[in-house]
Structure formats: C-alpha cells, structure tokens
C-alpha cells in the first residue's frame, strides 16, 4: 500500500515565526499532492496543492516544495499566527486514489 | 442551510449492531466520499460514489456498505459494528470538472464502538 509521512507529529512555533511541516511519500508514480489544515472538531480545508512537474507553488503566505528525488514534500507558512494552529496533513494522488499523511499538530505561541 | 452536513456528530454503539452515518449536500455534487481518520493513518477512502445508484470501494470498504439513492443523500452503514470502526469518519462532496481540491467536506461523525 502508499506510505505517506509525516516526520514530525508535533510542531511549536513563535507567533510570527516561519513554520515548516514535512511529509514523506513512498510512491514515485503519485502526481499530485495537496495540504490540507484540519483545526479540532472540524473537517479537512484545502490549502494548497502541487502538481509533480513543479518543484514549488506559492499561496498567501504558504509555499510548498516538491523534491521528487527524495520523495519529500514540505509546506511553508511565513509569519505564522494563531489561527494557523490546526493539524497539517499531506495528501498524495496516484491514479485515482487519494492517500494521506497522518498529519503534524502545529502550535502557535502567542 | 447550504453546505454538507453529518449526522450524527457523535454516536457511541455496541459491537454487533448495525449503525448509519448520514451525509446530505444541498450542491447537488455528483461526487460523494466516505472517509475514516484514525491516528497514526491519516483519512482513507472507505467508498465513494460517482452519482446517484453508482457507487465503487475505496481503500478499507470492508464492513461498510453504502447507497446512493438520491445524489444529495449517502448514508453509510456498519452493518455490524466492531471496536476496530471506532473512528472519526468524514464525507465529502464534489461536482464534476471541480478540481479534487475543491471537495468540500463535513465536519465529522465521532463513531465509539464499545
């Protein structure tokens, strides 16, 4: 089966500070890659998405790199504030199958 | 109220009983999705349909059975229900020519199985 990962399950950061979530996939033939921001008793929200012909796609205040050699995908969010404090997850499409990361908690300190 | 909506939100079952988890969408999305999020696994795709009387397995189907008689209806039932489906489960929707990134989804039924 996929493999997606996540290498932290934890993240603390700054009020103001960049925040970057890591995601590890096992499978070279995915094409498509999305995150996702769940807050708590809520459902998943798109952020941002990248195709595998790109190495980097650009959002309000999110980025998201793709290193296809490593199979790694990160998620960038600059001048992090206390809204972004939710559960980050990578998602990654092979065929017509989605699979997902099982996500990092991010916390922003005031 | 426009939108998808899951109900119940929370519901607590024994083992062995039959339990459905509604999902309703006031868009009239041909696509409809069951998901379950479990830690350490991240959401998979338990069935989806593709419009109304079409429905396909996901990744995990089994133990669940689904119907899609109206598109803005898709219920999903454990016919007999076990402490391994206890789960937060997700439906979403989406419509055709939408972008995967475009499926909008609920907030979640919390299922405890005991």
């Known amino acids: 089966g996929e493999s997606v990962g996540l290498h932290l399950p934890t993240l603390s950061v700054q009020e103001g500070d960049n925040s970057i979530i890591n995601c590890a996939y096992s499978?070279?033939?995915?094409?498509?890659f999305i995150w996702y921001k769940q807050e708590s008793g809520k459902g998943p929200q798109f952020i941002i998405d990248i195709r595998s012909n790109m190495d980097k796609r650009q959002g309000q205040r999110v980025t998201v790199l793709l290193n296809k050699t490593v199979k790694h995908l990160s998620l960038q969010i600059a001048a992090t504030q206390p809204g972004d404090s939710a559960v980050y997850f990578c998602a990654e499409r092979d065929g017509n199958q989605f699979y997902f990361g099982t996500g990092t908690s991010l916390t922003v300190i005031p | 109220d426009a939108g998808i909506t899951q109900s119940p939100r929370y519901k607590i079952t024994e083992t062995g009983r039959q339990v459905t988890l509604m999902c309703h969408q006031t868009?009239?999305?041909?696509?409809m999705f069951w998901y379950r999020q479990d830690l350490g696994h991240g959401l998979r795709l338990i069935y989806y349909?593709?419009?109304?009387?079409?429905?396909d397995k996901g990744e995990v189907p089994d133990g669940y059975v689904v119907s899609r008689s109206k598109t803005e209806n898709f219920p999903l039932t454990l016919e007999s229900a076990t402490r391994s489906q206890t789960s937060v489960y997700f439906c979403?929707?989406?419509?055709?020519?939408?972008?995967?990134?475009?499926?909008?989804f609920g907030q979640g039924t919390r299922l405890t199985v005991v």
């Open positions: 349909s593709a419009a109304a009387d079409i429905t």
């Open positions: 499978n070279s033939a995915s094409d498509y």
């Open positions: 979403a929707s989406k419509d055709r020519g939408m972008r995967d990134t475009e499926a909008f």
């Open positions: 868009w009239s999305h041909s696509y």
